[in-house]
């Protein structure tokens, strides 16, 4: 181990750590133990580990019959790596609630970028706006993702189609959404054990794989 304590160890819905910076050596070696950053406010970065933990399994991804329909009305297209910080900007701005996304966070995972270790899907409408859209850290074959928005009804669930089409088309084996909720459920999402998961980013993390961003360019409905 490095900077970080064992996660096997951490407590399993409470931070392992807190402190540290948002370097990029920082933020790869935490996603390759299993780690993410979620900090509060302006103060220092929380690490954390939960256990259960949240993924969508290779094949996994549900899609209902109002999202299709979505999908079949073709009235959104999808891009990748082609407005990062468009996306992280618009996954922080929610008025009313608050955001983890600090002013911080958002310039780490800039740099992330441009290090090519963070990508983003972007949805866009027929204007050439952008009404959806996710974004996230690979790590070997397994995706670990961030946030998450929309701007029209169903925008960031089909960002969540593109995003499995774009895995599976380059050989990735897991969607890592870390934490429960009904929405991610609904498109798949199951729970699994912490010390499963890390058995599987161990297995995977080495492995080599490309971005495949003209992937979300074809039928999304074949996810």
């Known amino acids: 181990m490095g900077r970080f304590p064992d996660p096997r160890l951490a407590p399993p819905d409470g931070p392992l750590a807190w402190g540290g910076d948002l370097r990029v050596d920082t933020l790869v070696e935490a996603y390759r133990e299993g780690i993410f950053p979620w900090p509060a406010d302006d103060g220092p970065v929380w690490w954390w580990s939960p256990d259960p933990r949240a993924v969508i399994p290779r094949g996994g991804l549900h899609i209902s019959r109002s999202l299709r329909r979505t999908l079949r009305r073709g009235d959104v297209r999808c891009t990748s790596d082609t407005a990062f910080a468009d996306v992280v900007a618009a996954c922080a701005d929610r008025p009313g609630e608050g955001t983890w996304i600090t002013p911080a966070m958002r310039r780490a995972y800039v740099e992330l970028h441009a290090h090519g270790k963070a990508h983003s899907i972007e949805v866009w409408d027929r ?38 089409c774009l895995l599976e088309d380059s050989g990735f084996v897991l969607f890592d959404v870390q934490l429960p909720t009904a929405h991610l459920a609904a498109m798949g999402a199951v729970e699994i054990t912490r010390d499963l998961f890390l058995d599987v980013l161990h297995t995977h993390r080495d492995a080599a794989t490309a971005w495949n961003a003209t992937a979300v360019r074809g039928d999304l409905l074949r996810a």
């Open 127 to 164: 204007n050439g706006d952008l009404v959806g859209g996710l974004y996230g850290v690979a790590i070997g074959r397994l995706f670990c993702g961030e946030s998450m928005f929309h701007r029209i009804s169903d925008a960031s669930k089909v960002a969540m189609v593109a995003t499995m």
